[in-house]
């Protein structure tokens, strides 16, 4: 039986319901390029800027890439010598990462998870420092439409994570408390939104760039993946 205390999940979108490495790396490297505008050096400096090793695509842990947002990405890639400038960027980049959901790696079967979820009395959210038409063409990719109660990009207007309002627009909402939401996500940031805005429960995930060393303290559950976060919402 779930317990009585968690009526609301609120799931971060990249290294949790979409596996990160998979799913990224090649759209990182295409922004890269993007932004290098075909120089090869600069993209791979571009690249170890975001936190994405060239060799291996494997993006480091709290990183640029990992947790920060498009316009965060587009101003550290500008001071670097993009020529291109951070409004431009930042219009080119979100629009690479959109049409990125159409090539997302699930980590499971989103719909049947989040059927399961809703049937057992539960509202859904997503809060991505994607942005906010990213997050809708993932929803309508994977028929989520009707199992997710909100959404919230870096640019809905909620603050940008490790800021709690995301977490606050989502339980306003909904109509819960914070304390009645878990929080699930792959990155301090994620953990740390919880922490600020008082979420009852905090679950990481290691689908993206977290580890079990960089996470551990910061969450009350760390799990392979979403597949047995109902293991951790019932007792």
Not at 5 to 28: A, E, M, Q
Not at 185 to 202: I, S, T, V
Request: aromatic share 6%; hydrophobic share 45%; proline share 4%.
């Amino acid at each position: 039986m779930r317990s009585p205390s968690i009526k609301g999940v609120l799931f971060d979108k990249d290294g949790t319901l979409v596996d990160y490495h998979r799913t990224w790396s090649p759209i990182n490297r295409a922004a890269a390029a993007l932004a290098a505008c075909g120089d090869p050096v600069l993209a791979e400096r571009l690249l170890d800027i975001g936190g994405m090793s060239s060799a291996t695509g494997i993006t480091r842990p709290d990183s640029l890439f990992a947790a920060g947002n498009t316009v965060e990405i587009a101003q550290a890639w500008s001071e670097a010598g993009c020529s291109i400038g951070v409004r431009a960027l930042t219009e080119a980049l979100d629009r690479l990462f959109v049409d990125g959901a159409e090539t997302s790696v699930p980590v499971t079967n989103l719909s049947h998870l989040l059927t399961r979820l809703q049937e057992s009395g539960l509202v859904i959210g997503i809060a991505s420092s994607d942005s906010q038409a990213a997050i809708h063409k993932l929803v309508d990719r994977f028929a989520l439409r009707d199992l997710v109660d909100f959404i919230a990009g870096y640019d809905s207007g909620y603050g940008t994570k490790p800021e709690p309002g995301m977490l606050l627009a989502f339980c306003k909402a909904v109509g819960i408390d914070p304390a009645e939401t878990a929080v699930v996500g792959d990155n301090l940031h994620d953990m740390n939104m919880a922490a600020a805005g008082g979420a009852g429960l905090r679950i990481a995930v290691l689908t993206g760039t977290g580890t079990r060393e960089t996470l551990g303290v910061s969450c009350n559950f760390c799990l392979p993946s979403i597949e047995t976060i109902e293991s951790v919402l019932k007792r």
